[in-house]
């Protein structure tokens, strides 16, 4: 038979384990009845000057679960969205069009923490 307090440390184990699982099955159940629930919207490159360009990149997210230092990886540069929530997010760099010349324009990798606790990194 359990005594109080170890009924009382089963409880509160219990509620920790719980709430620290708890937004990465959200998430995971999230995901998988929408796959685009992180994607890149927008993608435009506008012209600065005689050689520079600048990117403006896009996501939007459509998760209920909080994505922590969200950053973007591309062209060897990172661009960091911060904390993100539902909504759309627009960020920019300045590259040299020398720079781009024969390069194809893709995410390199997605970088964040689910609720702050789950770090996750997707390459492409």
Not at 14 to 25: C, E, K, Q, S
Not at 75 to 93: C, P
Request: glycine residues 6%; charged residues 20%.
């Amino acid at each position: 038979m359990l005594t109080p307090a170890k009924t009382g440390i089963a409880v509160v184990l219990t509620l920790i384990v719980l709430a620290t699982l708890t937004p990465l099955a959200i998430f995971l159940v999230e995901t998988t009845q929408d796959p685009n629930i992180l994607s890149i919207t927008e993608f435009n490159i506008r012209q600065l000057g005689e050689n520079q360009l600048e990117l403006i990149i896009t996501i939007s997210y459509n998760g209920s679960i909080p994505l922590k230092d969200f950053t973007l990886k591309i062209l060897n540069k990172t661009i960091e969205y911060g904390d993100i929530v539902r909504g759309n997010y627009t960020r920019s760099i300045i590259v040299s069009a020398d720079r781009l010349q024969g390069l194809e324009l893709k995410i390199e990798e997605y970088s964040f923490k689910i609720a702050g606790l789950y770090r996750v990194s997707i390459r492409e």
